[in-house]
């Protein structure tokens, strides 16, 4: 079993910042591409930036400038560093990764997510 626990949400003032986390732990070989993803009541969930193995991000056209994905592979964590937060960035993070897990087979994992709050 793999697991993934997010923590770092909560009530922001607009233009401000916040950093998520996402940590993995349980039967874990290797992990791929880690993503964040958001979703408000009502719509789809959203992806918001991911990042591979070695590093390489990519973000929603939403977010590219503000949000900074990173990773530290040996703590088998994913972050999201948010910045110039306005108040449409409300809603439920998700973190997502791709895992090898001991049995050789890989499987996609999410978080229980953790809300995010921008106040105008």
């Known amino acids: 079993q793999v697991q993934l626990v997010e923590s770092g949400g909560g009530l922001v003032q607009a233009g401000g910042s916040l950093r998520l986390s996402c940590a993995a732990s349980?039967?874990?070989?290797?992990?791929?591409?880690m993503a964040w993803y958001r979703q408000t009541p009502g719509k789809q969930r959203e992806l918001v930036a991911t990042?591979?193995?070695?590093?390489?991000?990519n973000y929603a056209d939403s977010v590219k400038g503000r949000f900074t994905i990173s990773r530290d592979n040996y703590k088998k964590t994913v972050y999201l560093q948010m910045s110039s937060l306005k108040p449409e960035d409300t809603a439920v993070y998700y973190c997502?990764?791709?895992?090898?897990?001991?049995?050789?087979?890989?499987?996609?994992?999410w978080g229980q997510g953790t809300q995010v709050t921008v106040s105008s």
């Open positions: 997502s990764a791709n895992v090898k897990t001991l049995d050789g087979w890989y499987r996609n994992y």
């Open positions: 349980g039967s874990i070989q290797s992990i791929n591409t």
């Open positions: 990042i591979t193995s070695g590093g390489s991000s």
